[in-house]
């Protein structure tokens, strides 16, 4: 069977607008409530990508991959962004003195988190470019309804991932250009699927565990510690009111644009 071309042109087009739209709504937003106060939207961030892991990403996998064989790509993938991080640190790292740890920038960790946000997103930008493609496949009235339901779902993780480059020392102008660089591999996974789709839908669920992992890392290893720094009972009822805030974005987008 001979997919039509205007198949194809839907693809591309979804897959540029939609990683570009959900970037650049997470960008426009965070502008909006001031870059002043990052810090303390970095709470919020937590929210948002442990609710994207474990109420979107990681069920999408289990649906669709073997329980020990997921839960194994996540242990891999925390263990690998854990070597990811030690080598950015040796880096920056000469002999007894050590940037990374430098008491002079304590507003930022010299890049490590928003590496390792960036390999993460791309990866899960994959295999959203995946699933716009098969839904394309099926019908074009499919499709759209599977990239809006991408685009919504994005939004709220790619709040907290511009916030955390901002935390990690970006310019906005660096935290807008490398997540929209992140969003093509959501064209790459479209394009790779259109043309083999058979061979990567194999993949994504492992994919999805690496993107998944690499959030649970960030969120838990790198940015909660931080939090413990103000230990004032109303910053720490913001800490957690903020944290919730961000899982509840998730959930509340979740259930409005269905499964």
């Known amino acids: ?38 810090n303390v939207l970095i709470s919020y961030a937590i929210g948002a990508l442990l609710g994207a892991a474990f109420l979107e990403i ?57 590496l390792m946000i960036l390999v993460g997103d791309t990866f899960h930008n994959f295999v959203d470019g995946i699933l716009i493609a098969a839904a394309f496949l099926e019908n074009t009235q499919l499709g759209i309804v599977t990239a809006l339901a991408i685009i919504a779902h994005e939004i709220p993780q790619e709040v907290g991932d511009y916030l955390i480059l901002l935390h990690s020392g970006y310019s906005r102008a660096r935290a807008l250009a490398y997540n929209l660089l992140s969003s093509l591999a959501t064209l790459v996974g479209a394009f790779l699927a259109y043309f083999a789709l058979s061979q990567l839908v194999e993949w994504i669920p492992i994919l999805l565990c690496l993107g998944a992992s690499s959030m649970i890392y960030v969120a838990v290893a790198d940015l909660i510690p931080s939090l413990h720094k103000r230990t004032e009972l109303k910053a720490t009822v913001q800490q957690i009111l903020l944290i919730g805030l961000g899982v509840a974005s998730v959930a509340v987008v979740r259930a409005l644009v269905g499964e």
């Open 1 to 38: 069977m001979v997919v039509p071309v205007s198949t194809l042109a839907w693809i591309i087009a979804v897959s540029v607008a939609g990683g570009a739209l959900s970037v650049i709504a997470a960008a426009a937003l965070t502008a909006a409530v001031g870059t002043h106060r990052v």
């Open 58 to 114: 990681l069920p999408h996998a289990l649906e669709h991959g073997d329980a020990h064989r997921m839960a194994a790509t996540i242990l891999f993938g925390i263990l690998a962004f854990f070597v990811l991080e030690k080598l950015v640190l040796w880096r920056h790292c000469h002999h007894d003195h050590c940037e990374a740890h430098d008491a002079q920038a304590p507003g930022h960790d010299h890049g490590r988190s928003g």
